[in-house]
DNA sequence: ACCCAGGGTCATA
DNA sequence: TATGACCATGGG
């Protein structure tokens, strides 16, 4: 119960997000890998290069240098590393039919088998199965880990498995709210962030503590 | 001049 | 299994 109040907290406050941000489930896909410990900010702006060359397409990215790619991913960060890690992802997004190859998976079959591309962890696994393909997991991140040990509600050094079972039991198996959910664990930790909160930990969900009033 | 960001892999013990 | 090093740009 308590799971969902902090959910209806949150959505109170924040309002609906509407995530994940991106116009095609292709796009949100590669966000999902650009994202991995980088700002968004600096995520839009590698996305808007490939789209400026054309480029936010599985085949063409295949067909691109690795030097040339990893240039256009530049502002991301880790471009090397992420020049591979897209191209290891179109690899297997463009082996298995695409989008509508993709499609009538079961999540367990589905999960496991991303999770065998180089590059793709659990959590960018879950983004992607969540946000571009409508899959009911519930992604854990820093942040949902971070706020959730603040309130006591997990010990916060369990394995990551482990806490998404934990979230995926406290709440219904609902794609629409495990949306919703961890779009909102983002934007309240940037909320808390931008009002110089340090770590993002001294705001809290607890009474007298509603969102905007910072502790300490 | 730090610290951190919507992680993941690999080498080592 | 559990740490640590590494990847790298941009904003606060």
């Known amino acids: 119960m ?6 209806q907290q949150l ?3 924040y309002g609906a997000q509407h995530w994940w941000p991106g116009d095609t489930p292709f796009e949100v896909m590669v966000g999902a890998v650009l994202t991995q410990n980088t700002a968004w900010t600096n ?10 060359n054309k480029a936010l397409d599985p085949e063409v990215i295949l ?14 960060g880790y471009f090397n590393v ?19 190859g993709l499609k009538g998976w079961h999540l367990h079959d589905l ?8 590059g793709i962890g659990p959590e960018t696994a879950d983004d992607i199965l969540l946000y571009a393909l409508d899959h009911p997991v519930f ?13 006591g509600l997990v010990k916060g050094d369990e394995g990551y498995e482990q806490l998404r079972f934990k979230f ?5 198996r609902d794609v629409a709210l495990f949306n919703e959910y961890h779009a909102l664990i983002v934007i309240h930790a940037k909320d808390t962030c931008r009002k110089r909160v340090p770590r993002c930990e001294a705001c809290c969900l607890e009474d007298g503590c509603r969102f905007s009033k910072t502790k300490d």
């Open 2 to 7: 308590r799971f969902l109040q902090i959910f």
């Open 11 to 13: 959505l109170d406050h």
């Open 43 to 52: 995520v839009e702006r590698a996305i808007e290069n490939l789209k400026k």
């Open 63 to 76: 067909d691109t240098g690795s030097k040339e790619l990893a240039e256009w991913l530049k502002p991301s």
């Open 82 to 100: 992420k020049a591979e890690r897209l191209k290891h992802f179109c690899q297997w997004y463009v082996g298995r039919g695409g989008l509508n």
């Open 111 to 118: 999960r496991a088998d991303i999770l065998g591309v180089k």
């Open 139 to 151: 992604v854990i991140d820093a942040y949902t880990r971070r706020l959730f040990s603040r309130l």
């Open 168 to 172: 995926e039991a406290e709440l219904e």
